[in-house]
């Protein structure tokens, strides 16, 4: 693999960061994530929209119109140029003096990679969950790289085998650790509304398109925790994740079989479609 580090391109050993990277030392920059799929970005736009939303959130000056020139530089130096592959941008506030305030004069650090990596047509993955509270901050709109909460409540569930861990805030399903969670009953979508306590996912916002499209109702809004066992269907949707169905919630199954159904599957196939 090659990095791509402040405009050079090197290999992943010889990319270095200066100790004193505000990155480094208060998980101060934002990142995203983007998979190409036959040949192009899924939704590149966005990503780069929302990217530069969140540098503007936390007053980070980059222009990311930067990013189309510099992605096709790393892509080809990585011969991922038109395959498949995810792409991870990370800008940080730059180096400094450890203050906890912002710099006046300061650099960004500009640091992306490029994985070969293929996403199934369709996630078929039943997964399984375990719920907890959401004790992240109240800026969970910001894509921000101190991802300690998330990390830590993916490993709670992944200590119980779990692809992931689902989390409620206030007794209200907010997202979960790396994607965002969606809920089915009688054939009406229910997910938490845009605000400060969930990412605004791009695959989120794909599937409340489809939905559209689909003519399947949405509502954006929040479902208690103890509403989830009456819900028919349950998924989850991210860069990576694509759409997973969720079969078992804590003790709970939606599912008894290994076939997914209903809404979920409509989506799944019309995300499908979407790439092609
Ligand atoms: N995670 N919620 C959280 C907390 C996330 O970290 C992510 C993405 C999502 C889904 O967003 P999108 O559909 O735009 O990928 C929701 C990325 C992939 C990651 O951290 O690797």
């Known amino acids: 693999p090659k990095v791509y580090l402040n405009g050079d391109i090197l290999a992943p050993d010889e990319a270095k960061i200066s100790v004193f990277d505000r990155g480094f030392l208060f998980g101060d920059g934002i990142y995203e994530v983007m998979a190409q799929i036959g040949g192009q970005f899924l939704y590149q736009e966005a990503h780069i ?4 939303e969140g540098l503007q959130k936390i007053k980070i000056d980059f222009d990311v119109r930067l ?3 510099e992605i096709p530089k790393l ?3 990585a011969e991922l140029h038109g395959k498949d592959c995810l792409l991870y941008i990370q800008i940080t506030r730059g180096v400094a003096p450890r203050k ?3 710099p006046n004069q300061i650099t ?3 640091l992306m990679y490029a994985t070969a990596q293929t996403l199934p047509d369709i996630n078929d993955v039943l997964a399984q969950v375990v719920s907890m509270n959401d004790f992240r901050w109240s800026r969970c709109d910001i894509k921000m790289t101190s991802l300690l909460g998330n990390v830590m409540a993916n490993e709670y569930g992944a200590q119980k085998g779990c692809y992931e861990t689902v989390l409620f805030r206030e007794g209200l399903v907010t997202e979960a650790s790396h994607s965002n969670v969606f809920f089915v009953r009688d054939r009406v979508v229910y997910t938490h509304p845009e605000n400060e306590y969930i990412l ?6 794909i599937v409340l398109e489809l939905c559209a499209q689909l003519g399947i109702k949405v ?4 479902i208690a925790i103890e509403e989830v066992v009456k819900m028919d269907e349950a998924f989850l ?6 759409i997973a169905s969720i079969k078992q919630w804590d003790d709970h199954f939606f599912y008894h079989g290994d076939t997914i159904e209903g809404v979920t599957k409509e989506l799944q196939w019309a995300f499908k479609e979407l790439k092609e």
């Not at 509502?219 to 929040?222: H, I, L, S, Y």
């Not at 949707?237 to 694509?242: A, E, V």
């Open 49 to 52: 929209d929302r990217l530069q």
């Open 67 to 69: 990013l189309d020139t």
């Open 75 to 77: 892509l080809d130096a």
């Open 100 to 102: 906890h305030a912002y």
């Open 108 to 110: 960004p650090t500009i």
């Open 200 to 205: 605004s996912g791009i695959t989120r916002k």
């Open 219 to 222: 509502m954006e809004e929040a």
């Open 237 to 242: 949707t991210g860069t990576n994740t694509q």
